[in-house]
């Protein structure tokens, strides 16, 4: 998908020489896949402390099962 978009040229150009990229493009796509990376991170951090735990449950008697 063709997309034009207005982007600082020094970020890009820092972004690029930083990450070691031969392309504008590269730069942009492993710029786009650490951020959602890191966003899902960040949902899963705010997870902590909301699921119940059960400190009796034994998960290796669950794999014995089988």
Do not use: C, W
């Not at 392309?23 to 990376?37: F, G, S």
């Not at 899963?44 to 699921?51: D, H, K, Q």
């Amino acid at each position: 998908m063709a997309t034009n978009l207005a982007i600082d040229d020094r970020l890009l150009l820092e972004a690029q020489r930083i990450g070691g990229h031969r392309t504008k493009k590269a730069t942009v796509t492993e710029a786009l896949q650490e951020y959602i990376q890191h966003r899902k991170q960040v949902r899963i951090l705010e997870m902590f402390g909301t699921v119940d735990f059960d400190p009796k449950y034994d998960y290796k008697k669950q794999r014995r099962r089988s």
